[in-house]
């Protein structure tokens, strides 16, 4: 019996990456997350409902004044020219 065996093929060039625009592009979402007790809103399209949820919370836990913003954007990427061809 034969070894199985792996065979990789790099292709190297100049790459250029950018936010995902495209119309099927996966859309960007917004999320606040409490930095005290780790409690989050979790994701939405519109900022607005993070926000809300951040309000919502400081008001329930006077205490909890700091909060992270997560973010997701979709990315892409792709090859301009490929070196050697």
Excluded: K
Aim: charged share 25%; hydrophobic share 35%.
């Amino acid at each position: 019996m034969r070894p199985v065996s792996a065979r990789s093929v790099f292709l190297f060039g100049t790459w250029t990456l950018q936010p995902d625009r495209e119309p099927d592009a996966e859309p960007m979402t917004y999320a606040m997350q409490c930095a005290v007790c780790g409690e989050g809103s979790g994701p939405a399209e519109d900022f607005l409902d993070a926000q809300h949820w951040a309000f919502r919370h400081a008001g329930r836990n006077p205490s909890h004044h700091t909060y992270r913003e997560l973010i997701e954007r979709p990315w892409r990427a792709w090859m301009d020219r490929p070196l050697g061809i």
